[in-house]
């Protein structure tokens, strides 16, 4: 029996003595379970776009501030041990849009990023509220409180790539030089891609731990 069908076979509940479902009864349970976390993504997202220009100028853009707080708190860490590295170069940063739609589309997009972040623990319980059925006693008994801490694990992984990688990565590529006749103008969609990388990233690559688990 393929993969598939075992799992299926263990959400049906067959060893249990329940009836079993059709191949399309699965796929029409899931197709509920995609349909709900798509509209908690939506209304997350909604509420991103009505405040998209607060969102844009403090939350996205932050790292690309001097007053970012971890641009401050990282000065003054090094201060207290004597490491000035940790006080980074100024930024000077000079954004360009060069795409007609291009600012209105990174609305939607950025919008609907934020939208999946924030709905993170709502779409992983349905998921796995979907998976749960297939598993064992003693798998479910491992498994508990997987939604609390992969939620968790997701939101430190943005977390640190927002507030520590971020930082450093965009102080160094705006800062750096090959040439004092060349000047950086930077596309607002390449910054933004740059910090979805990062931040949407690392926060699946803190969801690694639940995987090996």
Not at 7 to 24: I, P, W
Not at 101 to 123: D, K, R
Not at 202 to 212: K, R, S
Request: glycine residues 8%; contains cysteine.
């Amino acid at each position: 029996m393929s993969v598939l069908g075992k799992f299926l076979a263990k959400r049906n509940g067959v060893d249990s003595g329940a009836g079993e479902m059709a191949f399309t009864d699965h796929i029409e349970a899931l197709r509920w379970h995609l349909v709900r976390a798509l509209i908690a993504i939506v209304l997350a997202a909604g509420v991103v776009f009505f405040n998209i220009e607060w969102v844009f100028t403090h939350i996205i853009l932050g790292p690309a501030n001097d007053d970012f707080i971890s641009y401050k708190l990282l000065c003054q860490f090094g201060k207290f041990i004597h490491v000035d590295a940790l006080c980074m170069q100024s930024l000077s940063i000079k954004f360009q849009n060069t795409e007609l739609s291009g600012q209105f589309m990174m609305s939607f997009s950025a919008s609907f990023m934020l939208g999946f972040i924030i709905a993170f623990p709502y779409v992983f319980w349905e998921f796995w509220r979907f998976i749960k059925p297939a598993l064992k006693e003693v798998e479910l008994k491992y498994a508990r409180g997987i939604v609390f801490w992969s939620s968790l694990l997701f939101f430190v992984g943005v977390g640190f790539a927002y507030f520590l990688i971020a930082p450093f990565t965009i102080n160094f590529f705006a800062n750096y030089q090959l040439s004092p006749q060349f000047e950086n103008i930077i596309t607002i969609a390449n910054y933004y891609d740059t910090m979805g990388d990062l931040v949407f990233g690392l926060g699946l690559v803190f969801e690694l731990p639940i995987l090996v688990y």
